[in-house]
């Protein structure tokens, strides 16, 4: 949405909030203003982080304390947003148990002390979504944790039993994820010693100018057979050709409807071909589900990813940033696919509104004869905000299914 849009839409939202909730909290506490002015301070800044950054490395000494201004403002801005968020959603809530409650009392005939309800639920609305901020700006902050994953295979090879794969997803460096968080990020992964890195798109919110210094702890990530990312719709929006060629600089693999073949075995030690194919393993990356629509020689294509793939290699990983690339992928053969996308919803309401566009929101699912593995994101878009869907680091482990 274009930035006026935007900014008078959010203007509009907010003085509803004000019309709805003011006048009620007025007749609880003088400290009515605070929030008129929090309710001001937020519509103002929400959209300052979607304005074009003007910002860029070598700039003139004088302007720091600009760079630094916009920089906090942004912040402003994007913890104004998940608060206004839960504000609005949490008022509308509100009205409508107010109108159930009026006409409930209107058909019954029993009376509802109104002079009491309405300032008390305008304290609840108020409360809970400042708490519930405070709290997923808590947990939004905080390091991901390391969620553990069993991947039960149907017919997987001794020698892959065991094979750990490391997924990040979603990290969106940008305005309010710098190289700091990143550098924890790389630390507690390669703490994992996984035998393979996957990052599943949606990685930047910025160009490379903006953004190269506070990516460049990836290029730290290690793992015995290396890291690979594939696409997904941030990187388009951000340039992608450029972010591509800036992340295999770092020395990332970087997977576009293509697949590399590891050999988890000792070339040498192999008695036969037959040994060393059933000990290797293709991992494949397309780019993301809507890539065609930004450049039409990106088209997301799992079966191109396969493309000349050795036929005797059965174990197949599939790494797509959306899980709508799901079907496709199962019909191609793949085992697993390992997707992000969603955040697990991030906080609510978000998290009701993913399944109207993806088949599935978190953790590990079976479609047909392939598992689907979506992560709940390693960082977070926009706010600086989680609840109810906390990062994750996922250390996925493929093992023998059970007959």
Request: charged share 15%; glycine share 8%; aromatic share 8%.
């Given at each position: 949405?274009?930035?006026?849009?935007?900014?008078?839409?959010?203007?509009?939202?907010?003085?509803?909030?004000?019309?709805?909730?003011?006048?009620?909290?007025?007749?609880?506490?003088?400290?009515?203003?605070?929030?008129?002015?929090?309710?001001?301070?937020?519509?103002?800044?929400?959209?300052?982080?979607?304005?074009?950054?003007?910002?860029?490395?070598?700039?003139?000494?004088?302007?720091?304390?600009?760079?630094?201004?916009?920089?906090?403002?942004?912040?402003?801005?994007?913890?104004?947003?998940?608060?206004?968020?839960?504000?609005?959603?949490?008022?509308?809530?509100?009205?409508?148990?107010?109108?159930?409650?009026?006409?409930?009392?209107?058909?019954?005939?029993?009376?509802?002390?109104?002079?009491?309800?309405?300032?008390?639920?305008?304290?609840?609305?108020?409360?809970?979504?400042?708490?519930?901020?405070?709290?997923?700006?808590?947990?939004?902050?905080?390091?991901?944790?390391?969620?553990?994953?069993?991947?039960?295979?149907?017919?997987?090879?001794?020698?892959?039993?065991?094979?750990?794969?490391?997924?990040?997803?979603?990290?969106?460096?940008?305005?309010?994820?710098?190289?700091?968080?990143?550098?924890?990020?790389?630390?507690?992964?390669?703490?994992?010693?996984?035998?393979?890195?996957?990052?599943?798109?949606?990685?930047?919110?910025?160009?490379?100018?903006?953004?190269?210094e506070h990516i460049a702890p990836l290029a730290g990530l290690r793992a015995r057979h290396g890291t690979f990312v594939v696409t997904g719709n941030h990187e388009y929006y951000a340039g992608a050709h450029a972010w591509i060629d800036e992340l295999r600089r770092l020395g990332?693999?970087?997977?576009?409807?293509?697949?590399?073949?590891?050999?988890?075995?000792?070339?040498?030690?192999?008695?036969?071909?037959?040994?060393?194919?059933?000990?290797?393993?293709?991992?494949?990356?397309?780019?993301?589900?809507?890539?065609?629509?930004?450049?039409?020689?990106?088209?997301?294509?799992?079966?191109?990813?396969?493309?000349?793939?050795?036929?005797?290699?059965?174990?197949?990983?599939?790494?797509?940033?959306?899980?709508?690339?799901?079907?496709?992928?199962?019909?191609?053969?793949?085992?697993?696919?390992l997707s992000g996308h969603t955040h697990g919803g991030q906080f609510f309401p978000w998290n009701l509104f993913v399944p109207m566009q993806q088949p599935f929101t978190a953790g590990l699912h079976r479609l047909h004869d392939m598992w689907v593995y979506v992560s709940r994101?390693?960082?977070?878009?926009?706010?600086?905000?989680?609840?109810?869907?906390?990062?994750?680091?996922?250390?996925?482990?493929?093992?023998?299914?059970?007959?």
């Amino acid at each position: 949405m274009p930035i006026r849009p935007l900014s008078v839409l959010t203007a509009l939202l907010h003085a509803y909030i004000a019309l709805r909730l003011l006048p009620a909290l007025a007749a609880l506490t003088p400290a009515w203003p605070v929030v008129l002015l929090l309710l001001v301070v937020s519509a103002a800044t929400i959209p300052l982080p979607f304005l074009p950054s003007v910002s860029r490395r070598g700039a003139a000494p004088s302007s720091a304390w600009r760079r630094v201004l916009g920089q906090g403002l942004k912040w402003v801005g994007l913890i104004g947003m998940g608060w206004f968020s839960s504000m609005f959603v949490l008022t509308v809530a509100r009205d409508a148990a107010l109108l159930l409650t009026w006409a409930a009392g209107a058909l019954g005939g029993w009376p509802v002390r109104w002079s009491a309800l309405q300032p008390w639920s305008a304290l609840a609305v108020l409360a809970m979504a400042t708490g519930t901020s405070l709290v997923g700006f808590l947990n939004a902050r905080r390091t991901a944790g390391v969620k553990r994953v069993d991947i039960p295979i149907r017919g997987l090879p001794a020698a892959l039993e065991g094979f750990t794969i490391a997924q990040l997803s979603d990290i969106h460096v940008g305005p309010t994820i710098r190289s700091a968080y990143i550098q924890r990020i790389v630390d507690a992964v390669n703490r994992l010693g996984a035998d393979a890195i996957a990052i599943t798109g949606d990685l930047v919110d910025g160009s490379v100018p903006e953004l190269r210094e506070h990516i460049a702890p990836l290029a730290g990530l290690r793992a015995r057979h290396g890291t690979f990312v594939v696409t997904g719709n941030h990187e388009y929006y951000a340039g992608a050709h450029a972010w591509i060629d800036e992340l295999r600089r770092l020395g990332l693999k970087v997977l576009l409807n293509e697949h590399v073949v590891l050999q988890t075995r000792n070339v040498r030690g192999a008695q036969n071909d037959e040994e060393l194919f059933e000990s290797a393993l293709v991992l494949a990356g397309v780019t993301d589900f809507t890539a065609g629509h930004f450049d039409a020689s990106h088209a997301s294509d799992p079966h191109l990813a396969l493309f000349d793939a050795p036929p005797l290699v059965h174990t197949r990983v599939l790494l797509a940033h959306q899980p709508r690339s799901a079907t496709v992928a199962a019909a191609a053969g793949y085992q697993l696919q390992l997707s992000g996308h969603t955040h697990g919803g991030q906080f609510f309401p978000w998290n009701l509104f993913v399944p109207m566009q993806q088949p599935f929101t978190a953790g590990l699912h079976r479609l047909h004869d392939m598992w689907v593995y979506v992560s709940r994101g390693t960082g977070y878009w926009g706010p600086p905000k989680r609840f109810g869907a906390p990062s994750e680091i996922a250390l996925l482990t493929l093992v023998p299914a059970r007959p």
